[in-house]
């Protein structure tokens, strides 16, 4: 059988930023119509690499070659390698809230006669490029009125709208729960059998093995090996030796608990939408968080985890109209983020970029952010004190950065998300909620922060972690509680709980016999 030709070369490619050298000399080909998946640890290289490629980083800020169809390829912009039909989906959206699915889907492109838009023949084509990523919503609904999960496709269906004949995914299902990735793979393998080819950036290694003809590797801002999936096995140890240089035996680390009394509770906690009266997203919830102990929050995407997660810490989401919170039995008040902090709640939130960070900050002060008067007197900072808090917190989680005065902004997904459970855990809570902690974190990485978590719950913090990957929650957790349409709706222990009965609890209200 004759290959297919390489619709992509990537030749010694090498980019660097100010103190440090992202790419140096890397090498990527990709076969036409085939899916390559590329893999690395955060900090690898992965996403520079695409915006190479994809003339976010002009040519001439970069060196090396780049030959797409059989021609060395200049591009000065994002306009330039779209029009050859390169199209890439960044791993944080970039959609415009305030406008509607149709007007970021066309934006640029817009179907208009005589200078007007046809909104009536916009509105057709977006509701079939919608149904191609399995999406039935309006049309004229704004992107800030829909979730995370439903934003990514709204941005697949944009690159759709576009002649592409080369799809870059980064972390395309990152904030998608598991039935809505799987129609997405099911979506990028349809679209290579109509002869797209797609790279994908993902560290959900199970997604590449399941959908990938090829994985390229990067370690340190090298390309290490090409693996041909056809050629022979690929399974995640495998990938993993190449990404981290080992094996890592065990996925989640050993942990002993050592769980004391009930330190936090939520009594009947009832929030309703901020923009539809009508709808509750918390309705009548209650839970309990013990010292020391991780409380796993299970439920697909729109449940109703984040909502409640955000409406607890300081009444950020949503409008409060019943529900108690208590700290060892004692009932308290935290009608707004400070009073939160001050009763020793933190929250790690899902959206790192939009919620966790001010990507002004530099990685110094954005790690003591959260708690200025720790390292302040009389109003003023102590800048040496925290630049040493920052190094500190640098180190213990590995965090990749030139240095502690590197802007956050220049970080990758997964070291961003580094800094903001610094900044959290610098403000010593009690109380940690933990929303998505290791979205976009590759496995090396998710490994340190599994081990703080385990470290903060052995020192008596309580902790709610919400993921939407159901092994990280039974491999961390020692009780989950199901959520859905913003109802508990089961208790499990985790030595009792399985992924099936779990399942059953965040999709309908029907009890399950393994619960707590």
Known sequence: MTSRPYILEMRSITKTFPGVKALSDVELKVRAGEIHAICGENGAGKSTLMKVLSGVYPHGTYSGDIVYQSEQMRFANVRQSEAAGIAIIHQELALIPELSITENILLGNETARFGVIDWVAAQRQVRELLARVGLDDDPDTLITSIGVGKQQLVEIAKALHKSVKLLILDEPTAALNESESQHLLDLIVGLKGRGVTSIMISHKLNEIEQVADAITVLRDGRSIETLNVTDGVIDEDRIIRGMVGRS?????????????????????????????????????????VRRGEIVGLAGLMGAGRTELAMSVFGRSY???????????????????????????????????????????????????????????????????????????????????????????????????????????????????????????????????????????????????????????????????????????????????????????????????????
């Not at 330190?263 to 918390?282: A, G, K, M, N, Y």
């Not at 009389?378 to 500190?392: K, N, S, W, Y």
Request: hydrophobic share 35%; aromatic share 6%.
């Open 248 to 288: 890592l035996e065990n996925r989640f680390p050993p942990k002993t608990a050592t769980i004391g009394e009930t330190l936090f509770e939520i009594r009947s906690w009832t929030v309703q939408h901020p923009l539809d009266p009508t709808r509750l997203v918390c309705k009548n919830e209650s839970l309990h």
């Open 318 to 516: 949503g409008t409060y109209l019943h529900g108690e919170l208590f700290k060892n039995g004692t009932p308290i008040r935290a009608r707004n983020v400070r009073q939160a902090v001050k009763h020793g709640l933190a929250y790690v939130s899902e959206d790192r970029k939009g919620l966790g960070l001010n990507l002004l900050d530099t990685v110094r002060r954005a790690t003591v952010s959260a708690r200025l008067d720790k390292v302040s007197s009389f109003g003023v900072v102590d800048e040496d004190r925290e630049r040493q808090i920052a190094e500190e917190y640098r180190v213990a989680l590995g965090t990749r950065t030139a240095s502690v005065d590197e802007g956050v902004s220049k970080l990758s997904g997964g070291n961003q998300q580094k800094v903001v459970l610094s900044k959290w855990m610098f403000t010593d809570p009690e109380i940690l909620i933990l929303d998505e902690p290791t979205r976009g974190i590759d496995v090396g990485a998710k490994y340190e922060i599994y081990r703080i978590i385990h470290e903060l719950a052995a020192a008596g913090t309580g902790i709610v972690l919400i993921s939407s990957e159901l092994p990280e929650l039974l491999g961390l957790s020692d009780r989950i509680y199901t959520i859905f349409e913003g109802q508990i709706t089961n208790e499990f222990d985790v030595d009792s709980a399985t992924p099936e009965a779990l399942m059953v609890s965040m999709t309908s209200t029907r009890k399950v016999g393994t619960a707590a």
